[in-house]
Structure formats: C-alpha cells, structure tokens
C-alpha cells in the first residue's frame, strides 16, 4: 500500500517544541517514503480545549513548511463513526461508575469487577474488558514491545461519561478511516499502543506499523505539555526552532539555505528510526539555534 501518515494534534493550546518534534518526524517519514501526510484535529475533549486553538495550530504548521495533503479531519465532526464502532462492540463493553480514586486502592486499574455502586442520578462511562491477553508488536524504532492487558491496563474507558468518545476508540476508527499505514507520534504514546492493536482486532481493523519518537522533556525532565505553559514555539521565525526538531531528530541540516522549505527537503532522506532509542531529552533553552 502507499505509504500514509498523520499529525493528530488536540486544540489545547498553541503548538510547542515537543509537538513540533512530532509533527517533523511524522512529516519526514512521509516524504522520506513518498507517501501522503495529512492532519487530524483531535478535538474530543471541549473541557480542555482552548477557543481558537486549532486555527492557530493549523497556521504554524504552515509556517514551518508542512500542511496537510487532504482536507484536516476534526474528530468532533466523526461522532457517527465513533457510535457505530461503539455499537460493534456490544457484548466487550460494560457501563462503570468508578473514579480514579475509586479504582487507587486497586492499583489504579479496573479489572473486571466495579468497586463503586451504580449512580442512577449521573451517566455512566463505558469500559472494554481487558483480557488476559498479551498483546506484542515491533516499533519502527523501540523494537519489540509486549503488554498484558488485563495486568498492565486493565478495562479502559471508550466512552466518557460526559458523553465524548474516549482517544483509544477515536484513534483507531480514524486511523483505519484516513488509511494510515504508519503512526509515527511521541513515546508518551507508547502504552497506548497495545489498547489500539487490541481494538482494531476486535472491529476487524487493520493495523499500522508504528514508529515512536523520543519524548521531549523540560530541564526537570517532565514531559513538555501545554497544560504546564509550554512555551510556544516561534511561527514567525520558524528557522531555529525548526533546525532545533531537526537535531533532536538526528537530522541536523548544514550548508543549505536557512528556509523551511530548504530544511525539510534536506532532512527527508535523512530520519533514522534505527538511531531514535535514545530515551527522553530535553528540549533546547530559548535561543538555540
């Protein structure tokens, strides 16, 4: 099949170095194997969401050399597709009322039995039962990964009790729809990846290869987010954030034009997954180049 992969960002804020890391990578793979690159709007989860936030995103994409290759997606708008995976899955879904602190004195995982009593005055969310299943793959940079459902995840939510559908479903209905070959997104995502495979198996889904890049950190070695006010990175002087993502990537650019466009053409054949293990690193300080 012809190579397709995404960028699937959520409007919580502007665009910071560690989903530009993710966006340039899955941007070089793409061009490295001639294939498509499109955009998905994450836009699930209005109480985090912030007014103006996808726009924003979607035009400093744009300033730093990469825009989608089809119309954007906006998950918000697939809400049909999600309930009609939803409704395959009847029979491997339960309604659940427990919290996360519920579920701490279990570990923080809901296997199997509810620890909290129905509650006919609110919704309930909507559980997939974890099986006592390993489920193994090999990443395009981690190598092979393996994970128990029941054990390491226990029963994950698919639908909220808001009445938003959860990421897991959401991701692996869109991934099939947009015929994404590939998924090439940060390591925080890593664990995520059985949950998918899973999902995908149960809705007879294809399944991607997948391809996890090195988490980018702040100088305390948490996980940049813009929920901690990452710092935003520059649209309007894209050149050194862009050289930074770069060389993080493995893929520092020397003697062509200081361009965008120059950057990225150089950087294509470059991207290594073999030499992308390398854990999680900080991101550069204001004002390296």
Request: include cysteine.
């Amino acid at each position: 099949m012809p190579y397709r992969g995404r960028f699937a960002p959520s409007p919580t804020g502007p665009l910071h170095f560690g989903s530009l890391v993710a966006a340039v990578g899955s941007w070089l793979r793409a061009r490295a194997q001639g294939g498509a690159w499109v955009i998905r709007m994450e836009d699930i989860d209005p109480p985090r969401e912030v007014p103006g936030a996808a726009a924003d995103i979607l035009a400093t994409l744009a300033a730093f050399g990469m825009e989608s290759d089809e119309p954007v997606l906006y998950q918000s708008r697939r809400e049909g597709a999600y309930r009609s995976a939803f409704e395959r899955l009847r029979g491997e879904v339960f309604p659940c009322w427990c919290s996360r602190a519920d579920l701490d004195a279990h570990g923080g995982l809901h296997r199997g039995t509810c620890v909290a009593p129905a509650a006919p005055d609110r919704n309930p969310a909507w559980r997939l039962r974890a099986p006592d299943v390993t489920v193994a793959f090999d990443d395009v940079a981690l190598g092979a990964q393996r994970q128990n459902l029941r054990e390491e995840v226990g029963d994950f939510v698919v639908l909220r009790a808001d009445g938003w559908f959860a990421y897991q479903l959401a991701v692996v209905v869109d991934d099939a729809y947009q015929g994404i070959t590939e998924v090439v997104r940060g390591a925080d995502l890593l664990d995520s990846t059985p949950r998918q495979i899973h999902l995908q198996r149960l809705l007879g889904l294809p399944t991607p290869a997948y391809l996890h890049l090195p988490l980018v950190v702040d100088t305390e070695g948490r996980k940049l987010s813009k929920q901690d006010r990452a710092r935003p990175v520059d649209r309007g002087d894209p050149v050194p954030a862009l050289r930074a993502a770069l060389a993080f990537l493995g893929c520092e650019i020397h003697g062509v034009a200081a361009r965008v466009d120059s950057l990225l053409a150089a950087a294509a054949p470059r991207l290594d997954p073999r030499h992308l293990n390398l854990g999680a690193r900080a991101a550069p300080q204001r004002g390296s180049r």
